[in-house]
């Protein structure tokens, strides 16, 4: 039986799946995630997972009011409808069954609205003008603070104590590989999952495998999830 733990880069994780699936509430939407990570446990390489916990890091939602340059108002971000999802999102997470929050803090001081990159470009090559700006071309930029740390220093933690035999991250750049390389020096099998996406050639030679599961559409990431396991073992994940 392989002891495995999930760790879960929040921010990157719903970037993902938004291009999937859109406007799920917090809690089907915790449920989605709560499927993806029975994946890695119930569909193992030629192995019987056993889950060890679900670490999912993030930072709480920004309750700061911030200046928006396109209206000339402050807005308060913390009665935003994504204040109140991200908020109750966290809320389900914690009720899951061997699911650890890890959260970071927003650098809060340096939010600012900026123009989406394609907005610019248009501006710039003159296809669009300034006054035909509206406020859907914008997005609120906020650094994450704290996130990577906290993953580097659960892999080294659980890779030195060896409280597990298998790791997988559910992440896509490369700042965990300096953890990565001394999870594997440890005797740790580690595995990405960058959600389908395109990964650098660098890192491959710091990963044990790289698994990620079907993200076509929202159809097929959704039936999908419904598969019946052949795992002998369908608790494995409790």
């Known amino acids: 039986m392989i002891k495995t733990a999930i760790l879960v880069d929040g921010g990157y994780y719903k970037k993902r799946v938004s291009q999937y699936i859109k406007e799920e509430s917090p809690k089907d939407a915790a449920n989605t995630l709560y499927r993806y990570c029975q994946k890695h446990i119930r569909f193992g390489d030629r192995e019987q997972n056993f889950l060890y916990r679900v670490f999912y890091y993030d930072c709480p939602p920004s309750s700061k009011k911030v200046y928006n340059p396109l209206t000339q108002q402050e807005v308060n971000l913390g009665k935003s409808p994504i204040y ?11 009720s899951k069954r061997k699911f650890a929050i890890r959260l970071g803090s927003l650098v809060e001081e340096q939010a600012v609205y900026n123009l989406i990159p394609e907005v610019t470009k248009k501006l710039l090559n003159g296809k669009m003008k300034i006054e035909d700006l509206s406020e859907e071309d914008l997005f609120l930029s ?3 603070k704290g996130i990577d740390m906290r993953i580097a220093m659960d892999i080294v933690y659980m890779a030195l104590k060896q409280q597990v035999d298998k790791i997988v991250l559910i992440a896509g750049d490369s700042d965990f590989v300096p953890a ?21 050639p660098e890192l491959y030679e710091n990963i044990d495998g790289l698994k990620s599961f079907p993200l076509r559409s929202k159809e097929s990431f959704n039936e999908d999830f419904q598969t019946p396991w052949n795992n002998p073992n369908p608790s494995n994940f409790y």
């Open 84 to 94: 109140r999802w991200n908020t109750e999102f966290l809320e389900e997470l914690k």
């Open 142 to 144: 906020i650094r994450q």
């Open 180 to 200: 990565a390389k001394l999870a594997r020096r440890e005797g740790i099998d580690f595995v990405l999952d960058p959600m389908g996406a395109i990964i650098k």
